[in-house]
């Protein structure tokens, strides 16, 4: 034991905290005593008995670990004294039942948490219908990026069920895919998908200051920024140097006017000169090229039921050889992909909703406008039967047209709701249509991990933290809200036991009821859908 005034080791502090929940769970208030309560009364005696009774302290805790790991709280905050302040005064059970857990606890159960349900994430994964598309994002080398994410597809055991990747336009990234591809049999480009956020915001910054932003910097200020670091130099320096930060901006400011002047005057006087016209064109058809790389686009387009082929036929009319090389791509990937594959339910995917979001905004107008009805799909009279005739549910559903197609605002449900009638092609269609638009998720997960990691816990271990952000990202997402032992509820909890101790004819009937009750719900909401339609309809 340390002396007075000296430092104490660890296991003295774990000691002398255990003595003193000791003491304070002896002088703590029973139940009857915290509210009051008369034990010699029955009727408050039994209350007391319930308020006992209802409190779970696994549940307390697991909303506990729930909560610091939904917010990225420090593990330390469980030993705050305020807040477990709170937690007795709000129900004394917290303290006679010893409900209280340690850092040390909360960092067990997560790390125990992490493992139970990673195995389950596993089965799931396994179990997934379709394909599995992949985000991800690194300031590493490509290279070591691609190992890391190898090495993550054959922890989960997902290497052969692996689609697409959406990612940003770094060049680390294009190593990456050609390791990765290499790897596991592909070709990197073609599984590869840009993200749309990156995309717009370098065009934005295209548009703004040309392709070359640091010589645009250059040119235009002649010499570099005051970094933050000189900026803040000067400022100490009191009025003198807010005066020299000011003659900065204010010089800069003036050569920015001057170059945006000269560039709109030079624009001006070269409009007509042949080799500025032809400039853009040149550039946009270098993004267009990015589209024969890979079948992501063209497919999720042309499977779309409100845009279909005739989105490329009113927007490429002047380009029938891009129309053509769209519609080979996308035949292509049927015929290779899905046109004879093994017909599997997909369960996996959830019940389509009746009525789809609608959303109005300027974006959505435009998309709405670009709805097309029946379209001229078919290739020349003198293309091979045979290879028509492979085409089957393809060919099928490019002739079959319904009158509400063009209103399809969720295409998913939409696929879902026509796997029956065509369980390919619905395949192929909900593989490509889940494929995410955005690798915005990562950027995410940055902030989180940064905002987890601050100067007062960079000790935490790189493991931990790992853990950490898994479990609030599956959290987060639901997967594992439902068959969680740590974050399921005691009502969930006893439900399941109450099925595991039912026979088979038990069950059997259960079942039958649940199914009797979701037919009678469906049918009620049948009922309101054909009110609401009728009710549109008695619209002028």
Not at 141 to 168: P, R
Not at 260 to 277: M, V
Not at 386 to 393: I, P, S, T, Y
Not at 440 to 465: H, K, T, W, Y
């Amino acid at each position: 034991m340390a002396p007075e005034g000296k430092t104490k080791s660890r296991y003295q502090n774990q000691a002398e905290a255990r003595a003193k929940v000791t003491r304070e769970v002896s002088r703590s208030p029973s139940i009857p005593d915290y509210f009051g309560f008369n034990t010699y009364n029955p009727r408050e005696q039994a209350l007391a008995n319930t308020l006992i009774k209802n409190f779970d302290k696994k549940q307390f805790r697991r909303l506990l670990i729930d909560w610091i790991v939904e917010r990225n709280h420090p593990f330390t905050i469980v030993e705050e004294e305020k807040l477990r302040v709170i937690f007795e005064y709000l129900n004394p059970c917290v303290t006679n039942q010893d409900a209280h857990i340690s850092c040390t606890t909360v960092k067990t159960l997560i790390i125990n948490a992490f493992h139970e349900h990673k195995q389950q994430i596993v089965e799931v994964l396994s179990r997934s219908p379709g394909l599995i598309h992949i985000a991800f994002n690194g300031w590493r080398s490509g290279a070591s990026i691609a190992a890391e994410i190898l090495d993550v597809l054959d922890t989960y055991g997902i290497k052969e069920k692996i689609g697409y990747f959406t990612l940003d336009n770094a060049k680390n990234n294009d190593t990456a895919m050609e390791v990765i591809g290499g790897e596991l049999g592909f070709n990197g480009a073609y599984r590869r998908g840009r993200c749309v956020g990156h995309t717009l915001n370098l065009s934005a910054k295209a548009l703004l200051f040309g392709h070359d932003i640091e010589a645009f910097e250059a040119c235009i200020y002649g010499e570099e920024a005051l970094t933050m670091a000189e900026h803040e130099l000067w400022r100490k320096k009191g009025p003198v140097g807010k005066l020299h930060n000011l003659v900065v901006i204010v010089h800069r400011s003036d050569k920015l006017t001057n170059m945006l002047r000269a560039i709109q005057a030079d624009q001006i006087a070269a409009s007509d000169n042949p080799r500025i016209r032809t400039q853009k064109p040149l550039d946009l058809n270098e993004y267009y090229t990015k589209l024969e790389e890979t079948p992501i686009y063209v497919t999720a387009l042309a499977l779309h039921p409100a845009y279909r082929w005739r989105w490329f036929e009113r927007n490429w009319i002047d380009h029938p050889e891009w129309i053509q090389h769209a519609r080979d791509q996308v035949e292509d990937v049927w015929l290779k992909g899905y046109a004879h594959m093994e017909v599997l339910p997909r369960a996996g995917y959830a019940r389509p909703a009746k009525r789809a979001k609608r959303y109005h905004n300027e974006l959505q107008q435009h998309l709405e406008q670009s709805r097309y009805g029946p379209n001229t799909m078919g290739s020349d009279d003198s293309a091979d039967m045979e290879a028509r005739d492979a085409l089957g549910e393809y060919e099928a559903w490019c002739m079959d047209f319904e009158p509400g197609d063009r209103e399809v605002q969720d295409p998913i449900a939409y696929w879902i709701r026509r796997s029956v009638k065509y369980p390919r092609l619905s395949n192929m269609a909900l593989d490509f249509l889940t494929i995410q638009p955005m690798s915005a998720e990562c950027e995410r997960l940055f902030s989180a991990a940064g905002r987890m990691v601050n100067e007062l816990r960079s000790r935490l271990d790189v493991m931990l933290i790992e853990m950490c952000q898994t479990l609030r990202s599956w959290h987060r997402a639901g997967v594992i809200n439902t068959f969680d032992v740590l974050f399921t509820s005691p009502d969930e909890a006893r439900e399941m036991a109450k099925l595991e101790a039912m026979t088979d004819e038990e069950i059997r009937e259960w079942a039958t009821n649940w199914i009797n009750a979701v037919s009678e719900d469906e049918m009620l909401d049948d009922e309101e859908d054909s009110l609401f339609v009728a009710e549109e309809g008695d619209l002028p």
